[in-house]
């Protein structure tokens, strides 16, 4: 299981969205956790959410620059 820097494009092991993760500092209130603050783009509004570290990979992106 990789650790995951703020910025890291990454979505669910399931599929689904491409997200984006965000900078720990947003999540003061939840020190030591296993959740990682996520964020993506749906019907013109951004969407924040926590998410389990071990549902998450790395989200690939090909060479013309739109998210798989």
Excluded at 12 to 39: A, F, N, W, Y
Excluded at 46 to 57: E, K, P, S, T, W
């Amino acid at each position: 299981m990789g650790t995951f820097e703020p910025g890291t494009l990454v979505r669910l092991r399931s599929g689904g969205k491409t997200m984006v993760v965000k900078h720990p500092s947003s999540i003061s209130q939840l020190p030591d956790t296993l959740l990682l603050l996520c964020e993506y783009q749906s019907k013109k509004r951004l969407v924040q959410g926590f998410y389990a570290i071990r549902d998450l990979i790395p989200a690939s992106v090909d060479p013309g620059g739109e998210r798989t």
